[in-house]
């Protein structure tokens, strides 16, 4: 970067041009939610057969072009912020050493160097002390010398000629720098030139965010910054306070961050994270393509003793220590990934709403928030918290529950408006016998998860309360009660299913109003038993006892899993408390006293 270069740059043209990728960036947005949630939707629900099929599928490689193009304009419009913001700094400080030198009559040499007259006191031989040329010095050791060197000549103007030259040097070498920095980051944000969005695509798209966003960390620190350790309100305060580049600089370059920020609007979580949701599965699948695939032959028998015993080939076995933990955990994480995709594909079936991806990650057992309609917009809330065995592998089992339970849900709304939240927003057990005992797990999930529930309250744009429901499974009522038991629950009721025990010894102590905890306990669900009689015969009190306190609802399914069958009394009568008509659930008779003289 020379002298003439930077004195005619004009930074702002960049910015410019970074609102133009913005905007390119949001339509590409636009039209992406248009196909997902309109297109596609009146096409699969008034067309059938192959070719509406195969439109269909069309329709969806569209709408991931129309997202590669949001997160990659996305990323240059940051790119092109974040070099405008650091050569208008340089250019700020070069016009500033520029006007200061024409003031103190110096000129400036089109190399950066500065001539300046002679001046000063006479010396004894009655001359006047000369002039002469500098060159600016960025190196600090040399700078100094300079300037020392500089102070010492009689002449007056060689010092500030010095300071100057310095400055100016310091600006062409800001600007230098900034410019080789982003030359190959704004080349690398280029597509390849075919019509696919591939893994690969996606895989780079990550590499790219990654690139900028360490590029521009001295553009993003001089942004607001967001709270530290900040509560749901207070990361609301500071996302409204943003401009919409502001807000598009962070989205684009911390996808990730911004996703987990409780009390920022639904929409917006659901950008960042599908953002981090198509970046990470294009990592995870090429990475996935380039393991070896698991030997054919994994079983062998041999011959030991006078019985013949199944053991793993040496094959399978030198491919397992190598590859097979790594290829186990990627493999559970895609699966997972294609459960809310399919969720994200299903909008509109069955009237079926927009899904909401408000939480997402494959770190520890993984983490999945998904909404079936926009919470911040909604009447009713229902946030289903899931137990034992669940991670981001299994997923699907949870989504599809709260997807049954907003069917039957928005039929007894009557109108109102009704969204449903599955919650795997901490690391369950996964083994019932060796985890499950252990507390833990529900107090390091209990503050996270009121941290989600505050941030439904601040993030809700309608001026009237919504009504909020809590609905726990298993281990997941653990977890509810302990975030009671340590602090505000932010809940208007609070349904229990197969409960093994809530922490709590009395349902007043769930941090809902009286007579709004709700229990069900199916006919051979062990888990219960597990709570009441466990420890050795030193139990504590699960819900399904009279003495918790809970109502008890009618459960007219079986087992563990069941409480959610498609048409049953169970999930109908979650539905009932879920839009606020308690008075029409069907509760179970009390217990008979005298039920065991004969």
Same mark, same amino acid.
């Given at each position: 970067?020379?002298?003439?270069?930077?004195?005619?740059?004009?930074?702002?043209?960049?910015?410019?041009?970074?609102?133009?990728?913005?905007?390119?960036?949001?339509?590409?947005?636009?039209?992406?939610?248009?196909?997902?949630?309109?297109?596609?939707?009146?096409?699969?629900?008034?067309?059938?057969?192959?070719?509406?099929?195969?439109?269909?599928?069309?329709?969806?490689?569209?709408?991931?072009?129309?997202?590669?193009?949001?997160?990659?304009?996305?990323?240059?419009?940051?790119?092109?912020?974040?070099?405008?913001?650091?050569?208008?700094?340089?250019? +700020?400080?070069?016009? @500033? /050493?520029?006007? !200061?030198? &024409? =003031? #103190?009559?110096?000129?400036? $040499?089109?190399?950066?160097?500065?001539?300046?007259?002679?001046?000063?006191?006479?010396?004894?031989?009655?001359?006047?002390?000369?002039?002469?040329?500098?060159?600016?010095? +960025?190196?600090?050791? @040399? /700078?100094?010398? !300079?300037? &020392? =060197? #500089?102070?010492?000549?009689? $002449?007056?103007?060689?010092?500030?000629?010095?300071?100057?030259?310095?400055?100016?040097?310091?600006?062409?070498?800001?600007?230098?720098?900034?410019?080789?920095?982003?030359?190959?980051?704004?080349? @690398?944000?280029?597509?390849?030139?075919?019509?696919?969005?591939?893994?690969?695509?996606?895989?780079?798209?990550?590499?790219?965010?990654?690139?900028?966003?360490?590029?521009?960390?001295?553009?993003?620190?001089?942004?607001?910054?967001?709270?530290?350790?900040?509560?749901?309100?207070?990361?609301?305060?500071?996302?409204?306070?943003?401009?919409?580049?502001?807000?598009?600089?962070?989205?684009?370059?911390?996808?990730?961050?911004?996703?987990?920020?409780?009390?920022?609007?639904?929409?917006?979580?659901?950008?960042?994270?599908?953002?981090?949701?198509?970046?990470?599965?294009?990592?995870?699948?090429?990475?996935?393509?380039?393991?070896?695939?698991?030997?054919?032959?994994?079983?062998?028998?041999?011959?030991?003793?006078?019985?013949?015993?199944?053991?793993?080939?040496?094959?399978?076995?030198?491919?397992?220590?190598?590859?097979?933990?790594?290829?186990?955990?990627?493999?559970?994480?895609?699966?997972?990934?294609?459960?809310?995709?399919?969720?994200?594909?299903?909008?509109?079936?069955?009237?079926?709403?927009?899904?909401?991806?408000?939480?997402?990650?494959?770190?520890?057992?993984?983490?999945?928030?998904?909404?079936?309609?926009?919470?911040?917009?909604?009447?009713?809330?229902?946030?289903?918290?899931?137990?034992?065995?669940?991670?981001?592998?299994?997923?699907?089992?949870?989504?599809?529950?709260?997807?049954?339970?907003?069917?039957?849900?928005?039929?007894?709304?009557?109108?109102?408006?009704?969204?449903?939240?599955?919650?795997?927003?901490?690391?369950?057990?996964?083994?019932?016998?060796?985890?499950?005992?252990?507390?833990?797990?529900?107090?390091?999930?209990?503050?996270?998860?009121?941290?989600?529930?505050?941030?439904?309250?601040?993030?809700?744009?309608?001026?009237?309360?919504?009504?909020?429901?809590?609905?726990?499974?298993?281990?997941?009522?653990?977890?509810?009660?302990?975030?009671?038991?340590?602090?505000?629950?932010?809940?208007?009721?609070?349904?229990?299913?197969?409960?093994?025990?809530?922490?709590?010894?009395?349902?007043?102590?769930?941090?809902?109003?009286?007579?709004?905890?709700?229990?069900?306990?199916?006919?051979?669900?062990?888990?219960?038993?597990?709570?009441?009689?466990?420890?050795?015969?030193?139990?504590?009190?699960?819900?399904?006892?009279?003495?918790?306190?809970?109502?008890?609802?009618?459960?007219?399914?079986?087992?563990?899993?069941?409480?959610?069958?498609?048409?049953?009394?169970?999930?109908?009568?979650?539905?009932?408390?879920?839009?606020?008509?308690?008075?029409?659930?069907?509760?179970?008779?009390?217990?008979?006293?005298?039920?065991?003289?004969?």
């Amino acid at each position: 970067m020379d002298l003439s270069t930077l004195k005619a740059l004009k930074p702002n043209e960049y910015s410019q041009a970074a609102d133009g990728y913005r905007s390119t960036s949001d339509m590409a947005s636009a039209a992406k939610d248009r196909i997902d949630n309109q297109i596609t939707v009146a096409m699969r629900n008034s067309l059938k057969g192959e070719a509406a099929t195969a439109a269909i599928k069309q329709l969806g490689e569209l709408s991931k072009n129309f997202h590669y193009v949001q997160v990659e304009c996305g990323l240059v419009s940051t790119a092109l912020e974040a070099f405008s913001y650091e050569m208008g700094a340089a250019k +700020t400080k070069l016009d @500033a /050493a520029l006007e !200061g030198a &024409q =003031a #103190a009559k110096l000129t400036v $040499n089109s190399d950066g160097s500065i001539t300046y007259p002679p001046g000063g006191e006479k010396a004894a031989d009655g001359k006047i002390p000369e002039g002469g040329t500098v060159s600016g010095l +960025t190196d600090d050791t @040399a /700078a100094a010398v !300079g300037r &020392q =060197a #500089a102070s010492f000549d009689p $002449n007056p103007s060689h010092r500030l000629a010095q300071d100057y030259a310095d400055q100016i040097a310091a600006a062409l070498k800001e600007a230098t720098e900034a410019d080789e920095k982003w030359s190959p980051k704004l080349r @690398a944000l280029k597509a390849d030139d075919d019509l696919t969005v591939s893994d690969k695509d996606w895989a780079d798209a990550s590499s790219d965010t990654s690139g900028v966003s360490e590029a521009s960390k001295e553009y993003l620190d001089s942004l607001p910054q967001p709270p530290k350790d900040g509560s749901p309100q207070d990361n609301a305060e500071w996302w409204k306070k943003l401009s919409a580049e502001e807000q598009a600089a962070w989205i684009s370059t911390h996808p990730d961050s911004v996703g987990k920020l409780d009390g920022l609007p639904a929409t917006v979580r659901d950008e960042a994270n599908r953002i981090v949701f198509d970046e990470t599965r294009g990592k995870l699948q090429t990475e996935l393509n380039s393991i070896p695939a698991p030997p054919i032959n994994e079983w062998t028998w041999i011959t030991s003793g006078p019985y013949p015993s199944k053991v793993h080939t040496d094959e399978w076995m030198e491919w397992n220590n190598k590859y097979g933990g790594r290829y186990e955990q990627l493999t559970k994480s895609l699966k997972g990934m294609q459960g809310i995709q399919e969720r994200f594909d299903a909008t509109g079936k069955g009237g079926l709403p927009e899904a909401y991806l408000l939480g997402f990650s494959t770190e520890g057992n993984g983490r999945a928030i998904v909404a079936n309609g926009n919470p911040d917009t909604a009447d009713h809330q229902a946030v289903y918290v899931p137990g034992t065995t669940s991670n981001l592998g299994k997923v699907d089992g949870d989504i599809n529950r709260m997807t049954d339970l907003w069917r039957v849900a928005n039929t007894e709304a009557h109108g109102q408006s009704v969204s449903t939240i599955t919650w795997l927003g901490y690391d369950a057990p996964q083994n019932l016998a060796k985890d499950s005992p252990f507390e833990h797990y529900a107090y390091d999930g209990a503050p996270t998860f009121r941290n989600f529930m505050d941030g439904l309250d601040a993030s809700h744009s309608d001026d009237s309360t919504p009504h909020r429901t809590v609905i726990a499974h298993s281990y997941g009522s653990t977890l509810v009660g302990a975030a009671a038991e340590t602090g505000h629950l932010n809940a208007d009721d609070v349904i229990l299913a197969g409960s093994p025990g809530v922490k709590v010894s009395h349902a007043t102590d769930l941090d809902v109003p009286e007579g709004h905890v709700w229990n069900e306990e199916a006919d051979g669900d062990p888990v219960p038993d597990v709570g009441r009689y466990g420890h050795g015969g030193d139990g504590f009190i699960v819900p399904s006892d009279p003495s918790f306190g809970a109502n008890q609802m009618t459960t007219d399914t079986e087992g563990h899993s069941g409480y959610w069958d498609v048409g049953s009394d169970s999930l109908r009568n979650q539905a009932r408390v879920a839009v606020g008509n308690g008075d029409d659930v069907q509760l179970k008779p009390p217990p008979n006293p005298w039920a065991h003289v004969k």
